[in-house]
């Protein structure tokens, strides 16, 4: 493998189809403001790099990204490659991952909007993000310790893991398809419109409106905290272990709880149950929750 270090390019297409290339404590920066730096390349290597020009990795296969900085001026980074590792690295600019496969990604920072979009097979350990559309229409997501702010999140993902994860997120989950989180919190409003085949096991649930025409919806011993308006439309099976503020509609299926504030039936073909946890310990109907 060849070594580049201690250089800087700023030229167009720097490094333009490359193989076996380690770079080492170098910069793509400077006033020529080229573009594309490493489009095109295979068996790359990038360890303490900083990226501050724009599309560096384009059509790249297996890439290795360590301990470098991707700057806002960095934008769409990361597109159409596959077999990428990234580690200790920041990832700043707008579109930083897009149509993308085989991706590992563990210790990053990422302040991308529209991060991540028609990725397939990824995994993401320990990393913190702020973005909006984050992982929009990628497939095979597994996710552990991972802390994510924005709007709109997971939208239209399709089979995902998610584990002791934090996400602060409006509209995350909308249209997403047989999904599984465990052990993680969830707080923003609207939360999982229109979801298929959702799963949450031992999870926070915080914020209006969540779980709203849903198909196979489970909730599995979560906690639910200001969720007013819950299930409306949807079929669901959910044991609750906390108070609701309000259950409107559900279509169909049971709802496990130690208390609601208000069961709103104002649907006629709204039958599912909401079933009032009794004071002795067993589980019996609410007269007033089970629809006729």
Same mark, same amino acid.
């Given at each position: ?14 490094? #333009?189809?490359?193989? =076996?290339?380690?770079?080492?404590? !170098? ?22 790099? @900083?990226?501050?020009? @724009? #599309? ?9 990204? @360590? ?50 979009? +028609? ?13 909006? #559309?984050?992982?929009?229409? +990628? ?8 802390? $994510? ?38 707080? =923003? ?10 799963? $949450? ?20 011993? !979560? ?32 709802? @496990? ?23 002795? =310990? ?5 007269? +007033?929750?089970?629809?006729?």
């Amino acid at each position: 493998m060849k070594i580049i270090e201690n250089q800087q390019f700023d030229q167009e297409r720097a490094l #333009y189809g490359s193989r =076996g290339l380690f770079v080492k404590n !170098c910069a793509f920066d400077g006033p020529a403001d080229g573009e594309s730096a490493l489009k095109e390349s295979c068996d790359i290597r990038l360890d303490h790099v @900083r990226c501050n020009l @724009r #599309y560096p990795f384009w059509h790249d296969t297996r890439l290795e990204i @360590r301990n470098t900085e991707m700057t806002e001026l960095c934008r769409a980074a990361l597109w159409y490659s596959h077999d990428i590792k990234i580690a200790g690295s920041k990832l700043y600019g707008i579109k930083a991952l897009r149509e993308c496969c085989d991706v590992v990604m563990a210790d990053c920072d990422i302040r991308s909007p529209e991060f991540g979009w +028609s990725v397939r097979n990824i995994e993401m350990r320990r990393c913190t993000a702020e973005s909006e #559309y984050f992982m929009m229409r +990628s497939e095979n997501l597994r996710f552990s310790d991972v802390r $994510l702010q924005g709007k709109y999140s997971f939208q239209y993902i399709q089979n995902a893991v998610f584990d002791h994860c934090h996400f602060d997120t409006k509209d995350a989950f909308w249209h997403a398809k047989n999904v599984t989180v465990r052990d993680s919190v969830i707080k =923003g409003e609207y939360l999982a419109w229109y979801s298929d085949g959702l799963t $949450l096991i031992n999870c926070k649930i915080i914020g209006t409106q969540p779980f709203c025409y849903c198909k196979d919806l489970k909730l599995v011993d !979560c906690e639910m905290v200001d969720t007013d308006l819950c299930f409306e439309k949807s079929s669901v099976e959910a044991t609750i272990t906390t108070p609701v503020v309000s259950i409107k509609n559900p279509a169909s299926g049971h709802i @496990r709880v130690p208390a609601v504030g208000e069961v709103i039936r104002d649907d006629a073909d709204a039958a599912g149950e909401v079933l009032i946890a009794e004071s002795d =310990g067993g589980q019996g109907p609410d007269p +007033s929750c089970v629809c006729a």
